[in-house]
């Protein structure tokens, strides 16, 4: 049979992995499709570059565009990343009705669903399996596992980065700066690192599951975002002490008729599945009305994970000769209903609190009278003795509360004399609550 003809635009880490998977195991894969699979042509902004594949028999192009039009490109592999030159290099494949698999969640959660309403019309696929969490297969997880499901939550660690350089801190007490290098040296980090320790790339994430766990259009806007830039290896130890660990997570959750969207650091009980996950792997915990909790578990990041996760795609698209046997984001699109996001102000949580306080007698017992002015009980508390230092730090988890509950007791306990420096606050997630 005729061999199915890849364009791959991109060479770096995760173009690369894709050529070196497509070596290793063209014949397992010819054998799931029923005919070959090749790479024709590849594009890199400098296609004169030493690449850690063998690229012998790939045409290498300088413009992708080409690649997108060339006559012997059957599926289009959209690997650059970031907005502009990735949309309008999607919007050419579909209008030349070529399939489109693409590892860009930017590209996904920002402008998917324009491109998806252009690619229904066209009949052409876009798919992007790779676009979360990496190599685990979530987005098949989601859309055909579950789908007899009424999904209510989608909790995880979906950036590889920031749990890498959490995981570090924690276990070698090195700060954030010089893991982050480490982290873009091994390939996980994004083109802009900001992305990854601010939360936008786990917010693009959060954006494209709870698309298809709720079946709401892709709302990238609606998704409260915090990285992970303030937590100090002080946090993390101080957390420890209290049984806890600090993990970014990305939560979708579904409350009555509306929803809540947040990317935020997080404390979560040592215990708990989540708080194990360590380095590079990410972790996301799918709950639905009938099968209850699931977890799916694996690297979030890495050129040879991430382009298991894009072959995944073209498998499909070969074995689907073309046809569009899954819609993009899970429901029919003429069942996509928008949901109301919850603003955070209105969520509840129970909260992480660290303050510095000066090393005398009825502090404790000032602080807690604040809280208790405000309806909130202390669940658990620690102090460090100040150890020939003035001052004393005083860390504890409160009783489950709204957010404005604790922005005004929070305020009020800063202006205390005896507080010195800002407080420093993050939530906590008990699994259930
Ligand atoms: P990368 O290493 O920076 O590679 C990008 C590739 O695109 C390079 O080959 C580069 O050419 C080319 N390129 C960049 N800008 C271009 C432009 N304006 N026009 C034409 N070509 C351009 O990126 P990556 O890590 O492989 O990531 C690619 C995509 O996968 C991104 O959307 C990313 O978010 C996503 N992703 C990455 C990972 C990961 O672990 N890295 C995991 C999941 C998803 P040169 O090589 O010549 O510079
Ligand atoms: N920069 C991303 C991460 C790549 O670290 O998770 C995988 O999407």
């Not at 798919?127 to 190599?135: D, K, L, T």
């Not at 909790?293 to 690297?299: K, L, R, S």
């Not at 005398?360 to 000032?366: K, Q």
């Given at each position: 049979m005729q061999a199915l003809r890849l364009g791959l635009l991109g060479l770096g880490t995760v173009g690369q992995g894709v050529v070196r998977l497509a070596r290793r195991n063209a014949e397992a894969i010819s054998q799931r499709v029923g005919r070959p699979v090749v790479i024709t042509a590849a594009s890199a902004r400098d296609p004169g570059k030493t690449r850690d594949c063998d690229l012998d028999g790939i045409r290498i192009e300088a413009d992708p565009m080409a690649v997108v039009r060339a006559e012997d490109v059957d599926v289009v592999v959209e690997l650059i990343g970031g907005l502009d030159a990735?949309?309008?290099?999607?919007?050419?494949?579909?209008?030349?009705?070529?399939?489109?698999?693409?590892?860009?969640?930017?590209?996904?959660?920002?402008r998917g669903n324009a491109l998806f309403a252009l690619a229904t019309d066209a009949g052409v696929t876009?798919?992007?399996?790779?676009?979360?969490?990496?190599?685990?297969?979530?987005?098949?997880?989601?859309?055909?596992?579950?789908?007899g499901n009424r999904i209510d939550e989608v909790v995880g660690i979906i950036n590889g980065t920031g749990n890498y350089i959490l995981t570090r801190m924690q276990n070698e007490g090195i700060a954030f700066d010089s893991v982050l290098a480490d982290a873009q040296r091994l390939g996980y980090a994004e083109a802009d690192p900001s992305f990854d320790v601010d939360g936008i790339d786990a917010a693009h994430k959060l954006t494209i599951l709870a698309s298809l766990a709720f079946g709401m259009p892709l709302a990238f806007d609606s998704v409260t975002c915090e990285g992970i830039r303030g937590i100090s290896t002080k946090d993390i130890e101080l957390a420890r002490?209290?049984?806890?660990?600090?993990?970014?997570?990305?939560i979708a959750k579904r409350r009555g008729d509306a929803v809540e969207l947040r990317v935020q650091p997080t404390l979560l009980p040592e215990t708990e599945l989540l708080a194990k996950v360590d380095g590079v792997l990410n972790a996301v915990v799918v709950t639905g009305d009938a099968v209850g909790?699931?977890?799916?578990?694996?690297?979030g990041a890495g050129g040879d994970a991430t382009a298991?996760?894009?072959?995944?795609?073209i498998v499909d698209i070969a074995r689907d000769q073309g046809q569009i046997r899954v819609p993009p984001l899970s429901a029919q699109p003429e069942g996509i209903r928008a949901l109301p996001v919850r603003a955070l102000s209105e969520t509840r949580s129970s909260h992480y609190?660290?303050?510095?306080?000066?090393?005398?007698?009825?502090?404790?017992?000032?602080?807690?009278?604040?809280?208790?002015?405000?309806?909130?009980?202390?669940?658990?508390?620690?102090?460090?003795?100040p150890r020939g230092e003035q001052d004393a730090v005083i860390a504890m988890i409160t009783s489950v509360i709204g957010?404005?509950?604790?922005?005004?007791?929070?305020?009020?306990?800063?202006?205390?004399?005896?507080?010195?420096?800002?407080?420093?606050?993050?939530?906590?997630?008990?699994?259930g609550d």
């Open positions: 990735a949309d309008t290099l999607v919007r050419a494949a579909i209008a030349a009705g070529k399939p489109v698999v693409t590892a860009n969640k930017a590209l996904i959660a920002e876009v798919a992007f399996e790779a676009a979360v969490a990496g190599g685990i297969p979530i987005i098949k997880a989601l859309r055909e596992g579950l789908a002490q209290l049984g806890y660990h600090i993990k970014h997570l990305g909790p699931t977890g799916y578990f694996g690297p298991s996760a894009v072959w995944a795609d609190l660290r303050l510095q306080v000066a090393d005398e007698a009825g502090v404790l017992r000032s602080i807690t009278s604040i809280l208790a002015d405000h309806d909130i009980s202390v669940e658990a508390i620690y102090q460090r003795e957010e404005s509950q604790i922005i005004a007791a929070s305020a009020a306990i800063a202006e205390l004399p005896a507080v010195h420096g800002a407080l420093t606050r993050m939530r906590v997630e008990h699994p």
